[in-house]
Structures are given as structure tokens and as C-alpha cells.
């Protein structure tokens, strides 16, 4: 089973809500990242958890708050988001033992803020 | 900072050709180099990883090739279908960033 699963796919939110995207995967890879992408561009990181901790933060507004409760799941929590944050929000998992290896990514959460 | 680069930006040809998309890279410290395809409004499918002390990976109709020192990467499609239309992302780990660096994307369509 090589699959990440994102949940939800779409997702549309006002400014003042507050919503959650969740990632799993069942693959006992250690770590898993979360990728913000804007319409034909590439993907830019956002976050990497290791072994459950954060590892990296890529300067990242506070309105967007990661959360890895395990090994296998990855939230990202969203609060007072502007529209310009509409995105594809894409997570992925690697092995995350010594060197880094082949990242796997699942089908994106499609954010609409209005 | 490591910068990749994909050329070209845009392709299309018709069925049945041979195609090589080119990636380039500014820090030659990867770890690795990994081609993606991406259909529009979807996730990323991973194609082939080469490690940093690999020259090429073969899966099926796709050839890649690595050569770190000059910092170039292909990815050769045999035999191209209208099934291989999609955005193709080269990205390295290493070379000073954090996570995957990706290039920008070449968008190749197969014409029927």
C-alpha cells in the first residue's frame, strides 16, 4: 500500500471559520510534510514532522496550525485564513530514516477561503 | 538557495514519439532527484527516484538519468500514449533547502 489519503477534497470556508485537513497513511514512514500549491505553480513546503515532532516550518502564517497526533496521521488546522490562502494543499510521507527518500504524495485538499 | 529549472515549459507531439524532458539544478549537494507527473487539479503520482550516487532508474516506457556534477537530469518517454498528457515535475532533496526543491513543470500533451 503506497497511498496517502487526504480528507477532506474540497473544502470552502469563510474568513472567520476554523476547519481542519487531515492526511493519513499506513505506509510506517516517519515523516510526513504538508505543501501549499497555487495554480500552475509548483508545490512549496510548509511543514515536515520527524518522528512525530516538527522539524521544519517554512515561515508559515500562525493561522495555519500543524498538528501530527501519531505516526500515521497529519493534521493541518486553519483559522481566519485569507482568500489568497485558496490552494491545493497537498501532504506527503517518506520514510524519514537516514538519507531522505522517495516522497509519496496524496490527491490534495482543494481549499476555496472567500 | 538551490534553484531547478525545467525545460521546456510546454510541449506537445504527436502519439507514438520518443520525448526527453530536461531538469537542471543549481547545487550539485543533492541526496536525490525525483520526477513526478501531476494530472490537472490532482496530487502528485511519484514516476522515479534517483539516488545521488545512481545514474539512471528505469520504470516501463521512462528512463531517467542523473549527472550531479553537472547538475542535469532527463527523463526520457518512449513510445509516448495520450494517457502520458500531464504536468511533469522534476524536484531534488538537498543542495542547502530543506524538503523538495521542484521546478516550475514542463506541460506535455500527447496529441492522438
Known amino acids: 500500500d503506497t497511498e496517502v489519503t487526504q480528507t477532506p477534497k474540497h473544502l470552502v470556508m469563510g474568513m472567520t471559520n476554523k476547519k481542519s485537513l487531515k492526511c493519513e497513511q499506513h505506509?510506517?514512514?516517519?515523516?510526513m510534510y504538508w505543501y501549499k500549491q497555487k495554480a500552475k505553480k509548483p508545490p512549496e513546503l510548509m511543514f515536515v514532522?520527524?518522528?512525530?515532532?516538527?522539524?521544519i516550518n517554512e515561515s508559515v502564517p500562525s493561522r495555519f496550525s500543524p498538528e501530527c497526533p501519531n505516526s500515521s496521521l497529519l493534521n493541518l488546522h486553519l483559522h481566519a485564513l485569507q482568500p489568497e490562502d485558496s490552494a491545493l494543499y497537498l501532504c506527503a510521507s517518506s520514510q524519514g530514516t537516514g538519507v531522505p527518500g522517495e516522497l509519496f504524495f496524496g490527491e490534495g485538499s482543494r481549499l476555496t477561503v472567500l | 538557495k538551490q534553484e531547478v529549472t525545467q525545460i521546456p515549459a510546454a510541449l506537445s507531439v504527436p502519439e507514438g514519439e520518443n520525448l526527453v524532458l530536461n531538469c537542471s539544478f543549481t547545487d550539485s549537494a543533492i541526496y536525490n532527484l525525483q520526477w513526478f507527473r501531476q494530472d490537472p487539479g490532482k496530487g502528485l503520482t511519484s514516476l522515479l527516484l534517483?539516488?545521488?550516487?545512481?545514474r539512471e532508474q528505469t520504470s516501463g516506457r521512462l528512463n531517467a538519468s542523473l549527472d550531479k556534477s553537472s547538475g542535469r537530469s532527463t527523463l526520457y518517454i518512449a513510445a509516448s500514449q495520450p494517457g502520458d498528457s500531464a504536468t511533469y515535475l522534476c524536484?531534488?532533496?538537498?543542495?542547502?533547502?530543506?524538503?523538495?526543491?521542484f521546478g516550475k513543470g514542463t506541460h506535455l500533451i500527447i496529441q492522438p
Open positions: 514532522y520527524s518522528y512525530e515532532k516538527l522539524s
Open positions: 534517483i539516488q545521488s550516487s545512481q
Open positions: 524536484a531534488v532533496v538537498g543542495g542547502g533547502a530543506d524538503g523538495l526543491t
Open positions: 505506509m510506517g514512514h516517519r515523516a
